[in-house]
């Protein structure tokens, strides 16, 4: 099967900068994979068709300028290494994610080696679990293509989850709840 793309080109006014900085931001949490500055690619879809006529649209007002193309790879090889370059900007978004785990991790253990079972840390750590969660529903929309690293980070969101559930039975248990 061939993956067609949005080809998104474009050149801004270098200043000011944070104009320029902000536009980056919005095409890298779409998902888009940059080819070199100011060349993008996403996956076509009626949404990312959307978004980039917006985004030419802000280019404009910022007196730049900005075409859109719908484009294939000129062979499977080509089309390889894109996907290849998606896939790991996903994997080193999920590496980050599989580190704020192992700290998650390494939290509720220092809570429980000192013994720590109180409904404010619980509530902490529910927070901190949460804030996991959503980070790795954003990371997962924005894998198209199904980066290597995808279900060991989904492994570990639900291991946080297990630790959290322990965790909180025991807090329940240091306050006489379920006896």
Same mark, same amino acid.
């Given at each position: 099967?061939?993956?067609?793309?949005?080809?998104?080109?474009?050149?801004?006014?270098?200043?000011?900068?944070?104009?320029?900085?902000?536009?980056?931001?919005?095409?890298?949490?779409?998902?888009?994979?940059?080819?070199?500055?100011?060349?993008?690619?996403?996956?076509?879809?009626?949404?990312?068709?959307?978004?980039?006529?917006?985004? *030419? %649209? =802000? +280019?404009?007002?910022?007196?730049?300028?900005?075409?859109?193309?719908?484009?294939?790879? #000129? $062979?499977?090889?080509?089309?390889?290494?894109?996907?290849?370059?998606?896939?790991?900007?996903?994997?080193?978004?999920?590496?980050?994610?599989?580190?704020?785990?192992?700290?998650?991790?390494?939290?509720?253990?220092?809570?429980?080696?000192?013994?720590?079972?109180?409904?404010?840390?619980?509530? *902490? %750590? =529910? +927070?901190?679990?949460?804030?996991?969660?959503?980070?790795?529903?954003?990371?997962?929309? #924005? $894998?198209?293509?199904?980066?290597?690293?995808?279900?060991?980070?989904?492994?570990?969101?639900?291991?946080?989850?297990?630790?959290?559930?322990?965790?909180?039975?025991?807090?329940?248990?240091?306050?006489?709840?379920?006896?």
């Amino acid at each position: 099967m061939t993956t067609v793309w949005l080809l998104l080109v474009y050149k801004v006014p270098p200043e000011p900068a944070r104009k320029r900085v902000a536009l980056w931001r919005r095409l890298k949490g779409l998902g888009a994979v940059y080819l070199q500055s100011g060349v993008c690619l996403l996956p076509k879809s009626d949404e990312h068709v959307r978004q980039l006529k917006m985004i *030419e %649209n =802000d +280019v404009a007002a910022m007196n730049g300028e900005a075409v859109i193309l719908e484009t294939l790879a #000129l $062979d499977r090889g080509q089309e390889e290494k894109v996907l290849s370059r998606f896939k790991a900007d996903r994997d080193e978004e999920y590496r980050e994610f599989l580190d704020k785990c192992d700290d998650f991790e390494r939290e509720v253990a220092k809570e429980e080696a000192a013994g720590h079972y109180t409904y404010a840390e619980l509530e *902490e %750590n =529910d +927070v901190d679990l949460k804030k996991l969660q959503g980070w790795l529903d954003k990371i997962r929309k #924005l $894998d198209f293509y199904g980066a290597p690293l995808r279900p060991e980070a989904e492994q570990r969101l639900k291991a946080c989850e297990a630790i959290l559930d322990a965790y909180a039975q025991r807090v329940f248990d240091a306050h006489d709840e379920n006896r």
